[in-house]
């Protein structure tokens, strides 16, 4: 969010999310939980109120991007060799290797339970508990940092093809859960 937003920015919106305490103090990049789920809530819910919904979400998802590039530098040489093992793999194979690992990642490091589903042209990462919205109550769907992340996650394991990302329940819009549809084929 500070490499989006910028340090002035994200400063307001941590002081809006009632989070001075992280200003020019963020949590290390580990395997930790830095944050707690209402916090996470409140942080989504002050960048919304600073830039407005619509904006808010586009830099909410932008931010998911990023968290995608920090991610992966701290899997270090495990990635050397995905890259190389990536290349004998179709692309078809590589969108659902990249949910499973996703999920698998969410699911022993967080508290953010998700499960996989699939039809004939989507794939379905559906969050029954899910910290991006927590203690939230919004008019649309709300978890637009899970967009970003996956949208950067499968541009990176495909190199370089796009596919539709779209979450189209939420928790915070009381439905049973955040879900995110993402098709089957590339968009380009
Ligand atoms: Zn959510």
């Not at 968290?67 to 270090?76: L, M, T």
């Amino acid at each position: 969010m500070h490499e989006v937003m910028g340090q002035n920015g994200f400063h307001a919106v941590l002081n809006i999310a009632r989070l001075p305490y992280l200003v020019d103090s963020y949590p290390p990049p580990d395997f930790e939980p830095g944050l707690r789920f209402d916090e996470v809530g409140r942080l989504m819910e002050a960048v919304e109120g600073i830039y407005g919904v619509r904006g808010g979400r586009r830099l909410i998802k932008q931010s998911g991007h990023y968290c995608f590039k920090y991610g992966i530098e701290g899997f270090g040489g495990v990635i050397g060799f995905a890259d190389f093992a990536l290349r004998l793999i179709p692309v078809s194979l590589r969108v659902r290797i990249g949910l499973e690992v996703l999920a698998e990642i969410f699911n022993r490091y967080s508290d953010q339970f998700i499960t996989l589903g699939e039809n004939e042209d989507w794939y379905f990462f559906m969050m029954k508990q899910c910290g991006l919205c927590w203690g939230r109550q919004t008019e649309g769907v709300a978890c637009a940092l899970a967009e970003g992340l996956l949208e950067e996650t499968l541009y990176w394991i495909t190199r370089g093809r796009r596919f539709a990302v779209e979450e189209f329940i939420c928790l915070a819009t009381g439905q049973a859960m955040c879900a995110i549809q993402v098709g089957k084929t590339p968009l380009n």
